[in-house]
């Protein structure tokens, strides 16, 4: 991961020199002194990558400095909360994750922040769906015999995960539902150790990230079944979609936005936004996010709003059926 994120930091450094700057860049007088990007994990992941990707060309685009600062813990509640309590001027801001922005709420019974309530939203950065994949010696090789397989072996189907309540559990908790079939979740501590056991054989499947399987499912070492994506992945053409496996709502995506804290003026919130969004579409920029696997959004405040607000209802409601809960 080191190598993609110099490979991000470097590319995104030599798109950045090619943005123009003018005075439109600077209404207001914002800014005037560095920004602080949090992100609430560790450098490396896909926050960080994000982050990291946008910055230079942010500079450029604004005039100051935007700093990365990683605060990792508590599954990002740190990080969410030092930006919750920041003071709503413009100059912290954060990167953080469909965990941090939505599933937090939904599955916490007590959590530090409100992501609702805390944060305006700046834009949707990325997104990636996951792919559903099994080991290589379990004998469904599509999402029908999968779902025919599970319904004649009851519980005995194991569905490994980086963790509870990360995307890729709360995908298989979803697709059970979907398919009123049944399984036993093997959460593990990150998704590295979960895709270690699925290729030797320890755990059946897993709703894996398309980036972080996508060279072991190219190489045999894993069998895609499908994508929990709107749309076939460009890299896996003939895997389809659960859509066209015949699993109806089932459309899932991990994804990283933007944010800075509740209050901050409605003028600031746009400019950033604005310059985010252009900052995401510069095309080198874009095909370095592609080449790592994600699918660049870079949509409005309110639009990154709504969403938000409609994936805190969808986990909600699913966390809640599954009866899910976390202290």
Partial sequence: M???????????????????????????????????????????????????????????????????????GANSAIGAQALARATPDGYTMMVGSIGTFAINEALYKTLSYNPSKDFEYLTQAVRNPNVLVASPNFPAATVAELVDYAKKNPGKVSYASSGTGSSDHLSAVLFRQRTQSTGVDVPYRGGGAAI??????????????????????????????????????????????????????????????????????????????????TALREPQTEKTLQGLGFEVVANTPQQFTAFQQAEVKRWKDVIKQANIQLE
């Fill in 2 to 72: 080191n190598r993609l994120l110099s490979a991000v930091a470097v590319t995104a450094a030599a798109a950045g020199a090619a943005l123009p700057v003018g005075p439109a860049a600077h209404a207001a007088g914002y800014p005037d002194k560095p920004v602080t990007m949090i992100v609430p994990f560790v450098p490396g992941g896909s926050s960080d990558i994000t982050a990291r990707s946008v910055t230079p060309a942010l500079t450029k685009l604004l005039g100051q400095t935007f700093v990365v600062e990683n605060k990792p």
């Fill in 196 to 277: 270690a056991d699925l290729i030797g054989g320890q755990v059946n499947v897993s709703f894996q990230n398309l980036g972080a399987v996508q060279t072991h499912i190219k190489a045999g070492k894993l069998k895609a079944l499908a994508i929990t994506g709107d749309a076939r992945a460009a890299d896996l053409p003939d895997v389809p979609t659960l859509t066209e496996a015949g699993i109806k709502d089932m459309v899932v995506y991990s994804w990283q936005g933007f944010a800075v804290p509740k209050g901050t003026p409605a003028p600031i919130v746009q400019q950033l936004s604005k310059a985010l969004q």
